[in-house]
Structures are given as structure tokens and as C-alpha cells.
């Protein structure tokens, strides 16, 4: 049983170090999923036969099936970020980042709202209609809408400015016709500043993360 253990560890040990590696999203996320899927099948490759060599050919079909998933997330993001891309390159106030397989699309506050309000502006659910296009077409994900304001004012108006701006958006994507029950909002207020310029810091972000499993 030791040596089954120790067996395992070094699988899991041994793929953590390759699954932050290679130049691509792809690549990480089909690693990431060959970690996953290793450590559970030897796991249960260990329950169901109770020896080494069930350990070792869970490990195998787990590492397998978990590279495949991997993959796909990967390829899934892959196509999303470049319609995003696309989309924000219409409009000078949005930018598309990516951390793994997170995408983060940042909206300016002006684009969506006047001064001191969290009424839609009419340019705003134009933007909004164009994104919620792509979030249709890619349903396998959930999404975080993002309110976040400068520091002027008090925190504690901020964080209601910055809640009812978020929920504005959702409902926006919503009547757009993306799925509700994707869709989390939640304001920041002035607690994650980014820069020194408030303009930059009044902003809404649209976070969109793969739903595995």
C-alpha cells in the first residue's frame, strides 16, 4: 500500500511540473486536464483493483481521458477570445485579456453610463448587444459581471454605485438572451483600483469562465 501511494504522488508530483508549462493556452489547459484526469484515475485505478499495476493504468486512462478535456476547453476559449477580440475592436473603450483560461473583457464606465448613475446609456446596450452575440454562441461557460468605481465619493456609495452598475449589465445580457442562470453580478466599489487615473478605474468587466465537468 506505501509503494501505491508513493507511486501516485510521483504521478501527480511529476505532472504539476509539466501542467504550468508550453507556450500556448492550449497546451496548458490539455496539461492542466492531464494532471486532473491522472490523479483521479489512479486513484480509482487503486480502489478498484487494490495493486500497482491498476494504479498505473488508471493513471494512464485518467491522464488520457483529462488531456482530451483539456484540450477541448482550450480550443473552446480559444475560438471565444477571438471573437471577443473582434468585437472590442470595434470600440476604442474595451480591451479582451486572458489569465489560463479565464477571459476578462473590460468595458470603460462611460461607455454604459452617464456621471453618478447606473442607468444604461443607448451606446451601451449597443456594445452589450454585440457581446452578448458571442457569450450565445459559447454557452458552456458562467459568467461574472464586474462593477468597479474611482474613489471619490464615500465607499460606501461607491459599492452601491458599483452593484447596481453590474446588475444593470447582467439585465442588459439577459434581454439580450443570454442564459440567466450564467450570469452572476457583483460590485467591487472603489476596492481594486488598477491605476492612478479614476477614468481608468471607473470600469465594468464582463469575466467568462469555462464550466468544466
Known amino acids: 500500500m506505501k509503494r501505491t501511494v508513493t507511486i501516485i504522488l510521483c504521478v501527480i508530483t511529476a505532472l504539476c511540473l509539466i501542467s504550468c508549462a508550453g507556450p500556448t493556452q492550449r497546451e496548458r489547459g490539455a496539461k492542466t486536464g492531464v494532471l486532473i484526469g491522472a490523479a483521479a484515475g489512479a486513484i480509482l485505478g487503486q480502489v478498484i483493483g487494490s495493486d500497482t499495476e491498476a494504479t498505473i493504468l488508471g493513471a494512464a486512462i485518467g491522464a488520457a481521458a483529462g488531456g482530451l478535456a483539456g484540450h477541448q476547453v ?12 473582434s468585437v472590442a475592436a ?4 474595451a480591451s479582451v485579456q486572458r489569465n489560463r483560461d479565464v477571459l476578462t473583457a473590460t468595458f470603460k464606465s462611460e461607455v454604459f453610463f452617464d456621471f453618478d448613475s447606473s442607468t444604461l446609456k443607448p451606446g451601451g ?14 454557452p458552456q461557460t ?7 468605481t ?9 459599492q452601491t454605485l458599483s452593484e ?4 444593470a449589465v447582467r439585465n442588459a445580457l439577459v434581454k439580450e438572451g443570454v442564459d440567466a442562470g450564467r ?3 457583483i460590485g467591487f466599489g472603489e476596492t481594486q483600483p488598477i491605476s492612478s487615473n479614476d477614468s481608468t478605474n471607473r470600469r465594468v468587466n ?4 469555462p464550466a468544466v465537468g
Open 164 to 167: 447596481k452598475r453590474a446588475e
Open 142 to 148: 458562467s459568467i461574472r459581471v464586474e462593477g468597479h
Open 125 to 138: 446596450y449597443s456594445e452589450i448587444a454585440r457581446v452578448a452575440g458571442v457569450l450565445k454562441r459559447y
Open 206 to 209: 464582463i469575466v467568462i469562465i
Open 90 to 93: 470595434t470600440s476604442e473603450a
Open 74 to 85: 482550450g480550443t473552446y476559449m480559444d475560438r471565444q477570445e477571438q471573437e471577443l477580440k
Open 150 to 158: 474611482d474613489s471619490k465619493g464615500t465607499e460606501s456609495y461607491n
Open 183 to 185: 450570469i452572476i453580478a
